[in-house]
């Protein structure tokens, strides 16, 4: 990879970004609104002493989903339009490598994930009153880091699709079990084995498991950075694979 074309694939997204406003309002605001729809789910539900509240723990985890969810959506759809209008195939007839143009959107899309995050950690902490026993910065990094794992996951799935609606299609079958085996519903230690199998080998439980670390330790734990080692693994691994599948055009 070159580091020159990689600023200038980068500044493209983003001035690109930039530029669509319903995208911005959906990375920004969306996951505001949600929080506050979760407060007020959990606002009269009784607190045991000496433990969290119902909210701190749920809104917790939903600051590291929210962004996982909403980039996979975003870039998928996004790569997809750029192969399906033959924007993709211009580019690389120019010195612009595969993996150029894939690391160039994780970046760019981390860079908006670290915005989204902030907003949203802002509304949780300071508006919401959500209490963790770790750093406030530390969630936000493990929310970026999920961000960056939606926007892998979904250039990856996105070589698949031939539309925007398959590209969708794609969420049910990559996203949902992941959010349903991560250990937000029913903790994993919980579940049946082979349940308990499917779920180590996600990359998201092991985001989850770092936030709830956060959560419940003041200081970073050798679990935590075990986890961040995962998942940044998990996210290199699916951009390698997006730059082996990636198609220069839909048939």
Partial sequence: MSPRILAATTGRILRQLRHD???VALLV??????LALVYFMYADQ???PGRPSM?????????????????????????LRERTSGTLERLLTTPLGRLDLLFGYGIAFGVAAAGQASIAAAVAYRVFGLTTAGSSALVIGIAVLNAMLGVALG???SAFARTEFQAVQFMPVVVIPQLLLCGLFVARDEMAGW????????????AVEALQEVGAHADPTGTMWRDLGVVAGAVVLALVLAAATLRRRSS
Avoid: N
């Fill in 55 to 79: 909210f701190d723990r749920v809104a917790l985890v939903l600051l590291g989903v929210f962004p996982f969810v909403i980039m996979f959506l975003v870039t998928s759809i996004a790569m």
């Fill in 155 to 157: 250039l990856f799935c």
């Fill in 21 to 23: 406003r319903r995208t």
């Fill in 195 to 206: 349940l308990q199998a499917v779920s180590y080998a996600l990359p998201l439980s092991y």
């Fill in 46 to 48: 009784p607190t045991p």
């Fill in 29 to 34: 605001a969306v996951p505001a609104l949600l």
